[in-house]
Each structure stands twice: as C-alpha cells, then as structure tokens.
C-alpha cells in the first residue's frame, strides 16, 4: 500500500461488514420479514462515513469499475412490477473520495472509474430499508465476470483497510438464486437447501476460501446459480472479515422456492 493510499478518509472504529440476500425487489415496499430485518439491522448499524455495496446486478466483463459520480441515480433495472416500484428514489449522495480511494487501493485488479451507472436494485432495495433517511453516501463496485470466485476474494481482501476509514462494506446477492426453477407458495427444493447449508457451515468455520470453493461447476452449483452473479458478492464481506468479528445470521429463510435470503453480519 503506498503512503498516500487512505489518505482522503478519515480512521474510525473498524466497522461492520455484510452480506444481504436482497431477493424480490418488492421487499424494497412490502412489509414483510425481510424488510423489517433489513430496517432493525440498520438500526443497530454505527453510522458509516460512507457504504460500498457490492450487488449482483452490476456485472462487467475484462474489468471492474467503481462509481465516482456525485449524484448516483435510481436505477430501475427490472421488468414487470407495480409502477409504486418503479416510482421508488433513494437520493443518497455519491461517494467519490471513497471510491477513489478503493480505485487507488486494489493492486489485484485494474479498477476504473465510472460516472455512469449509480445504485442498481441490489443496492437502493436493500439501503432505503437500512438507512431509509438516504443520507449516507454510497457507491458501487462492479463485479467482474471475467474473474473467478477465488479471484474476487483476492480483490476483495485489499478492501479491508475501507472498514477502519468509516466504509461500510455490503455484499447484496443470494446464497442461492435459480429464476428458472421458482415455486411459488411451495417448499424450498432438496438442492436449493443442501447448497445453502453447505455455504453456511463454510461461512460459519469463517472459511472464505471454502465458500468461494463451492462454486465449483458441480450440478448442485449449477441448480443453485445456473449464472454466478448473486453468488459472487458473499465473498466481499467475508474478504474483510478477521477474527475479531463476531458472526450472526438473519432472515435464515428461502422465497420461491429456490432463492436463499440468508444473510449475515460481521462485527
């Protein structure tokens, strides 16, 4: 790390790091257990100087890019729902410093900068639950398709020095997410709860090599994320994660059938 790296934010308390199951983009209006999970947890939250969510739903390909702009816009990046959901806004300031700083942080991988995209529905559904008064400011860092599960951890460790600088890492995806395969109303698949277990004892012995493991190209990984991107922002938070951290899970339950809200808290 060079000397000047940091240099633009503040140290604090090492803050918390988290992996959220985000789900059906109307938990971002119902009132159900995941938003209410959401919200309690983001209560319980110390106030970050800045939040850095890792979501499924920016993926790249040959590179990784961070958002520098200043005022991030709502993006609506879905098809088919109530238009209360499309008219949703989360008017949270940019984070350019901190962005900056992560561009200048990570050696694993060339990291650009971007001013056009701004907060997917990963990222806006989730933190207008947590931080509902959209005055934190955030940004985002895309994922890498070109890159393997093990890759992204390598990139992720480099974020860790974020979490004494007042950076709130959040990792927004599912432990499983098959859109094919959703079972409205029916119980979670025998392969959709086998997998989640699997993560979940990797998770808990604090083995984020193994996580990143199981995306292995096996049928059960492939019937769990037929496409990687709702799996690769777990290893984000488990990256920085240390043995000061203490582990708690929430919203231990599956939707549809086959999409895993597991989530989890480092702290």
Not at 23 to 37: Q, V
Not at 98 to 120: F, K, M, N, S, Y
Not at 122 to 132: E, K, N, T, Y
Not at 139 to 145: G, N, T, V
Request: charged letters at 20%; aromatic letters at 8%.
């Amino acid at each position: 790390m060079s000397d000047l790296a940091l240099s633009r934010l503040t140290p604090t308390p090492r803050l918390p790091a988290l992996f959220v199951g985000h789900g059906n983009p109307m938990n971002a209006i119902e009132d159900n257990s995941y938003s209410r999970a959401w919200a309690e947890i983001g209560a319980g939250l110390p106030r970050p100087q800045a939040i850095l969510c890792v979501s499924a739903h920016w993926t790249t390909q040959g590179g990784s890019l961070a958002h520098v702009g200043q005022k991030p816009r709502t993006i609506h990046d879905f098809g088919g729902f109530p238009q209360e959901l499309f008219r949703q806004q989360y008017p949270a300031p940019g984070a350019p410093e901190a962005a900056q700083e992560t561009i200048d942080l990570v050696r694993a991988a060339h990291i650009r900068p971007d001013e056009q995209w701004g907060l997917d529905h990963g990222a806006w559904s989730v933190l207008m639950r947590m931080f509902p008064k959209a005055d934190i400011p955030v940004f985002q860092l895309s994922l890498d398709l070109g890159r393997s599960p093990r890759a992204h951890l390598d990139l992720a460790r480099e974020l860790k020095p974020l979490r004494e600088r007042g950076v709130l890492i959040v990792g927004s995806g599912n432990l499983v997410h098959n859109l094919m395969a959703l079972n409205p109303g029916g119980a979670a698949y025998d392969w959709a709860q086998t997998f989640d277990e699997a993560v979940k004892a990797r998770i808990a012995a604090h083995d984020a090599a193994g996580v990143a493991a199981t995306l292995d190209g096996s049928r059960l990984a492939r019937l769990s994320h037929p496409t990687p991107e709702h799996f690769l922002p777990v290893l984000y938070p488990l990256a920085v994660a240390d043995e000061k951290d203490e582990l708690s899970f929430f919203s231990e339950s599956f939707d549809l059938g086959s999409i895993s809200m597991r989530s989890f808290l480092l702290s």
